[in-house]
């Protein structure tokens, strides 16, 4: 039975983590030999992460005794981190300096280099659920964010070690279920009462919130940002919402059924939406005008890379995929995948301008040229000007 999948960051490889196995298979779709297996010490592995920087391929491995190993992939080497954890390893992430940071259940959160030595390590007040590598446009990857048992978020400066902040939310939005960074140093997070709330990093606006709304009206179970398009999605009571964040505007509204497709529990094919192309430009018709408790409940959410394609997954076993064909967001997703769409796409006028006026000019020293004139004869006589007797 298959734990975990996690695929690199150029999407070239795909880890697989298959139950009481002690080897991770690597499958690359794109190569004649399309699976390694690479033996490892421990059968209990509870967390695997593909790192993020274009110029390595490290996977880092966690397992349920607190252990951590980082893969080399173009090296075939494994590297044990001297980290001294003996809880199961929850999460992890990477920044673009192949700094690997992960927590565990022992409340401690540590970060390493890939040769395995530690970079640091802090004792958090509640189990971590996440971490995340975020900051500043001028210095994306310094400060570290911890989601402090679904109560606070915890940001550790790498460069400021020792003034480490602590961000807390009014107790009436519930659980922190999941947060992203964005933009110049901003959070947006979702609770699980349903908010969705935006709140700065900045020294001088640390505390206050940006922008507070509540999306759903019983829960909320995920909320995810890309960058690509523009929008945020969040998925709870039965239902996915898409909003453009320039100016919160909800451009799709999804509602959901509780039960998976009759078709797919007769055929044993793996179910699926029934609609696998969907056109989120407003609010779908199968919406009713008064929300039900929730029957529904939602595993993940995740948009793919262009932000073209939303995809939810739910404990019934059904994965919905809904294709992003809004007119709201065609413009930010137009790219030129032919030479026709080249040709299509608007000439900003004084480019047409210059380049009308140089065929001008070209054509007349041709002229000129050919027939051994001068340009201001050529015009003379294309204007029909006859000089007076």
């Known amino acids: 039975m298959c734990t975990l999948l996690e695929w690199s960051e150029n999407g070239d490889i795909l880890a697989i983590v298959q139950a009481n196995s002690a080897s991770l298979v690597l499958w690359e779709p794109k190569k004649t030999q399309q699976h390694q297996l690479v033996d490892l010490p421990c059968k209990d592995i509870s967390f695997i992460k593909w790192s993020k920087s274009p110029h390595s391929l490290l996977l880092a491995i966690g397992t349920n005794r607190g252990q951590v190993y980082i893969y080399d992939h173009a090296r075939g080497t494994k590297t044990q981190v001297a980290s001294k954890h003996k809880r199961r390893i929850l999460c992890g992430d990477w920044n673009l300096e192949d700094k690997f940071a992960f927590g565990s259940e ?23 659920h996440s971490v995340t590598f975020g900051g500043k446009t001028e210095d994306k990857d310094a400060i570290l964010s911890v989601n402090m048992g679904g109560k606070t978020i915890l940001l550790y400066d790498l460069n400021e070690r020792e003034n480490a902040l602590e961000l807390a939310f009014q107790a009436r939005y519930g659980n922190i279920v999941s947060y992203q960074w964005f933009g110049n140093g901003y959070i947006i997070a979702g609770f699980s009462s349903g908010y969705v709330v935006i709140i700065s990093t900045h020294l001088n606006e640390i505390g206050q919130e940006q922008y507070c709304a509540k999306f759903h009206e019983h829960s909320l179970r995920e909320i995810v940002y890309n960058e690509a398009n523009g929008t945020v999605a969040t998925c709870g009571d039965n239902c996915i919402k898409v909003v453009r964040m320039s100016d919160w505007k909800e451009i799709a509204v999804e509602y959901l059924d509780s039960e998976p ?37 939602f595993e993940d959410l995740q948009w793919t890379p262009d932000g073209r394609i939303l995809s939810v997954s739910s404990h019934n076993g059904c994965l919905h995929n809904f294709m992003i064909l809004s007119s709201a967001l065609r413009s930010s997703l137009f790219d030129l995948d032919s030479p026709f769409a080249a040709v299509l796409k608007p000439i900003a006028p004084w480019t047409m301008l210059f380049t009308m006026g140089f065929m001008v000019i070209a054509v007349l020293l041709v002229i000129s040229v050919q027939f051994e004139v001068s340009c201001w004869d050529v015009i003379r006589a294309m204007s029909g000007f006859v000089e007076g007797l």
């Open 106 to 128: 022992d409340r401690q959160i540590t970060i390493c280099l890939p040769s395995g030595r530690i970079f640091d390590q802090v004792k958090i007040k509640a189990s971590p």
């Open 261 to 297: 497709p009759a078709s797919s529990a007769t055929s044993g094919t793996p179910p699926t939406s029934s609609s696998m192309l969907a056109d989120l430009s407003g609010p779908s018709s199968s919406g009713s005008g008064s929300m039900q408790a929730p029957s529904l409940t």
